[in-house]
């Protein structure tokens, strides 16, 4: 639960919500768009890629984010140990 609240963190939720609405050409773009160093970007897009939730596209020279998921269920339950 705890990793899964940190990749959904407020901060993840609008760097999604930043690729979908100005679908950024490149990490160079997206960098620009939000301010955030690429080397930060990189990262956080790689760990989210692992997730399913965005796909990194090399196109020509550069790697386009795209987002895959935009809506999330979490289901978790508890049961006894006889």
Request: net charge positive; proline share 1%; glycine share 4%.
């Given at each position: ?27 160079t773009?997206?960098?620009?768009l ?31 984010p ?17």
């Open positions: 639960m705890k990793s899964m609240a940190q990749i959904l963190s407020n901060e993840n939720q609008a760097l999604l919500k930043m690729i979908l609405e100005h679908k950024p050409k490149s990490l773009e997206l960098e620009a939000t301010g955030r160093a690429k080397s930060n970007l990189s990262r956080t897009l790689k760990t989210l890629e692992r997730y399913g939730i965005v796909e990194l596209q090399k196109l020509e020279n550069a790697l386009v795209k987002v895959k998921a935009t809506h999330f269920r979490v289901e978790f339950g508890f049961e006894a140990v006889a």
